[in-house]
């Protein structure tokens, strides 16, 4: 099925450092959300977006939904080991309304 | 609060063997269930998906199938196993309810871990 494009696939930064992600897409959403998954483990929710525009923020992440619909973005400031995992971005389309379509995912890795 | 429980959570089987991996939700009703599949570091793959008791869609022709015998359970199933069936299995739900953003929140289990050798 569609996936959206993810970017980096991967990062390697040491601890303290900020990390950028990002999710486009060329077909609108109307929902973005953002899960992290630890090994062996399924993926958790961190943040919902719901707007154009909208800028959330979740402890050390924030978010963003990009104002064309089209694209979304993760930050994490200050990193720590414990961010190791993988991250995934997931929308929502407009009249699919049983599925969200997932990114590839970005693999964190924090070196002390 | 909802919980959503998925087992086992390991399992090893030889390849022709069955499989039935089940799973579960409690604290809600008429959820939407999944059945997604992630193959060694990569990503989600969407296998099925169920809106209602009885009712399945399947997204990628294979060699597994599912079924909802109950409103809360759902099952993933295959008669007869293959090398490439091999992967980690999560089961998800989302609410139901329409017209309401945070019906589009899925949420996962803890996840199935299938070796077939």
């Known amino acids: 099925g569609q996936q959206l494009n993810q970017s980096p696939q991967s990062m390697f930064i040491q601890e303290g450092e900020d990390v950028s992600m990002n999710c486009t897409s060329s077909?609108?959403?109307?929902?973005w959300l953002w899960y992290k998954q630890d090994p062996g483990e399924g993926p958790v929710l961190l943040i919902a977006?719901?707007?154009?525009?909208e800028l959330t923020s979740n402890g050390r992440l924030t978010a963003q939904f990009g104002i064309t619909r089209k694209d979304s973005f993760l930050n994490i400031s200050a990193s720590i080991p414990s961010d190791v995992g993988i991250y995934f971005c997931a929308g929502q389309r407009t009249g699919t309304a049983s599925k969200l379509t997932f990114g590839t995912g970005t693999r964190l890795q924090v070196t002390l | 609060s909802q919980t959503i429980h998925q087992w086992p959570a390991t399992l090893v089987q030889p390849v022709g063997s069955p499989l039935s991996l089940e799973c579960t939700v409690e604290?809600?009703?008429?959820?939407?269930l999944y059945w997604y599949r992630q193959a060694a570091g990569r990503g989600l793959q969407l296998l099925f998906y169920s809106v209602g008791i009885g009712q399945i869609s399947s997204e990628v022709p294979q060699n597994l199938s599912a079924s909802r015998p109950q409103d809360r359970q759902f099952i993933l199933s295959s008669k007869k196993l293959l090398l490439s069936d091999s992967g980690f299995y999560l089961c998800?739900?989302?609410?139901?309810?329409?017209?309401?953003?945070?019906?589009?929140?899925?949420?996962f289990g803890a996840g199935s871990r299938l070796t077939v050798l």
């Open positions: 077909s609108i959403f109307n929902t």
């Open positions: 604290g809600t009703s008429n959820p939407n």
């Open positions: 998800a739900w989302k609410p139901l309810v329409r017209g309401w953003s945070g019906a589009n929140v899925l949420t």
């Open positions: 977006l719901y707007k154009a525009g």
